[in-house]
């Protein structure tokens, strides 16, 4: 499988602290997407970063990707009480129809007030 | 608004049924996703679609059926339920193959 796996699973910052998440995939890679997910909500996709790529911002958001090492990190500056939420990475394939994108298994921030 | 819709929101069935769950977009996209989220294991793809009267099996598609008839529309069918398939159900759609998802709310399934 070259699902995603975040690291760290759980994490609890206070609110202004600065909150790093990584994803480590396993095979080559396109495109590398990062997603929040609120308690009982679907997922929202945040960014997009392509494999020729090494670093995107959106707004408080910075994700770098290092393809020989293969991994991503989410990097959320000045986090906030509605920053909670678990987060999600999802890599596509390099092989084959590259139309699936595999995701991990999430890291849960929690952004204490 | 535009986006994703999913119906029903939950559901609770006994072994052995079956029922169907929609999913509804009305963004134009041509593809379009189902994924199964479970404790502990991420989002799993079931099938998906690359357009309107096309299908493609994905991780975990034993037990599951689709169809795409009309291009805005994605249903996923359960012949038989089983406990196994009790889960979260996203519907996912983008507008191009390696784009970003826009995701549906979710239909949490319960199976008794």
């Known amino acids: 499988s070259q699902q995603g796996e975040e690291d760290p699973q759980a994490l609890s910052i206070q609110e202004g602290e600065n909150a790093t998440m990584n994803c480590s995939y396993k095979?080559?890679?396109?495109?590398l997407q990062w997603y929040r997910q609120n308690s009982g909500r679907g997922l929202v996709h945040l960014i997009l970063i392509r494999s020729n790529e090494r670093e995107k911002h959106s707004g408080r958001l910075r994700v770098t990707l290092d393809t020989s090492k293969k991994s991503s990190s989410l990097l959320i500056t000045a986090s906030r009480a509605a920053d909670t939420a678990s987060y999600f990475c999802a890599t596509d394939a390099m092989r084959g129809t590259g139309n699936q994108f595999y995701f991990g298994t999430g890291t849960s921030l929690t952004v204490i007030p | 608004n535009a986006g994703v819709t999913q119906t029903p929101k939950f559901r609770v069935l006994k072994t052995g049924q079956s029922m169907t769950l929609l999913c509804a977009q009305d963004m134009n996209h041509e593809y379009m996703y189902w994924y199964r989220q479970d404790p502990g294991m991420g989002l799993r793809l079931i099938h998906y679609s690359v357009g309107e009267g096309t299908t493609a099996k994905g991780e975990v598609p034993d037990g599951y059926n689709v169809s795409r008839l009309k291009k805005q529309n994605f249903l996923l069918g359960l012949e038989s339920a089983a406990p196994s398939q009790t889960s979260v159900y996203f519907c996912?759609?983008?507008?191009?193959?390696?784009?970003?998802?826009?995701f549906g709310s979710g239909t949490r399934l319960t199976v008794v």
């Open positions: 996912a759609s983008s507008y191009t193959k390696g784009g970003g998802y826009t």
């Open positions: 095979t080559s890679i396109n495109n």
